[in-house]
C-alpha cells in the first residue's frame, strides 16, 4: 500500500542550529514528494517538491531536501534554524491524479 | 499569488445541524480538494473535484457531501453534523490533470460540533 511515514512527532532544536526532517514513503514507481509547512493557525504552504532529475531540491525559506531512492526517504534539511520556523511541517507523496498522501506532520519546536 | 479562501476561521454548530463551508479560489483552477486535519492523523482527503459539476470521493466521505457549480467555488457540507466531525477543515485548489502541480491552500475552518 502507499503510504508516507515521518517518524517524529516532535522535534525541538536550538536557533541556529541545523535541521533534518524524516520522511519515508512506500511507493512502487518514482513519486511525486512535496514538503509543506503550517504555520499555528495557518494553511499549508509549499516549501519543495520534487518529480525528476537532481535529487538535491533547494526551496523557499533556505530548506532543501535530498530524494534517495534505495532508502525511500525524502528528508528536509536546513542548516541554522530560525525561531520563525517553528511550525509543523508535512511530507506528501503524490502517487496517482490528483491525489496526495500526506505524513501525519513534524512539529517542529525552535529554542532560543 | 493564488489566493485560497474560507468563509469562516471558526464554527459552533449543534449536534443534527447541516453545515456549509465554502471554499473561493481566485486562479481558475481546475482541481479542488476539501481535506480533514487531526492530530496525529494528518491530512484526509474527504472530497476533490476536478471540474464544475464533477467529484469524487477521498479517503473519509461518510457524512459529508460537496457541491462545484462554478469554477472557483467548492462547498463542503455536512448534511447532519456529529461530534466526530469536530475539527479543522482545509480546501485546496491546483491547476491541471496531473498531480505534479502544487496544490494551494486555504487557511482552514475549525469546526466545533457540540
Known amino acids: 500500500a502507499q503510504s508516507v511515514t515521518q517518524p517524529d512527532i516532535h522535534i525541538t532544536v536550538s536557533e541556529g542550529a541545523s535541521l533534518e526532517l524524516r520522511c519515508n514513503y512506500s511507493?512502487?514507481?518514482?513519486?511525486?514528494l512535496f514538503w509543506y509547512v503550517q504555520s499555528p493557525g495557518q494553511g499549508l504552504q509549499l516549501l519543495l517538491k520534487?518529480?525528476?532529475?537532481?535529487?538535491l531540491v533547494q526551496g523557499i525559506k533556505g530548506f532543501e531536501a535530498e530524494f534517495k531512492r534505495s532508502q525511500s526517504s525524502f528528508n528536509l534539511r536546513k542548516p541554522s534554524v530560525h525561531w520563525s520556523d517553528a511550525a509543523e511541517y508535512f511530507c506528501?507523496?503524490?502517487?496517482?491524479?490528483?491525489?496526495?498522501?500526506f505524513g501525519t506532520g513534524t512539529r517542529l519546536k525552535v529554542l532560543a | 499569488d493564488v489566493k485560497v479562501t474560507q468563509s469562516s476561521r471558526y464554527l459552533v454548530k449543534r449536534t443534527g445541524e447541516k453545515v456549509f463551508l465554502e471554499c473561493v479560489q481566485d486562479?481558475?483552477?481546475?482541481?479542488m480538494f476539501w481535506y480533514r486535519q487531526d492530530p496525529g492523523l494528518g491530512l484526509r482527503l474527504i472530497y476533490f473535484?476536478?471540474?464544475?459539476?464533477?467529484?469524487e470521493k477521498g479517503d473519509i466521505p461518510e457524512g459529508y457531501s460537496v457541491s462545484r457549480e462554478k469554477k472557483e467555488r467548492f462547498s463542503l457540507i455536512l448534511e447532519s453534523a456529529s461530534t466526530n466531525q469536530t475539527s479543522m477543515y482545509l480546501c485546496?485548489?491546483?491547476?491541471?490533470?496531473?498531480?505534479?502541480?502544487?496544490?494551494?491552500f486555504g487557511p482552514g475552518t475549525r469546526l466545533l460540533v457540540l
Open positions: 486562479m481558475d483552477h481546475e482541481n
Open positions: 506528501a507523496v503524490g502517487p496517482g491524479t490528483y491525489k496526495y498522501i
Open positions: 485546496a485548489s491546483s491547476r491541471g490533470d496531473t498531480t505534479q502541480e502544487t496544490q494551494y
Open positions: 473535484s476536478y471540474d464544475v459539476k464533477m467529484k
Open positions: 520534487y518529480f525528476s532529475g537532481d535529487t
Open positions: 511507493y512502487g514507481a518514482t513519486p511525486y
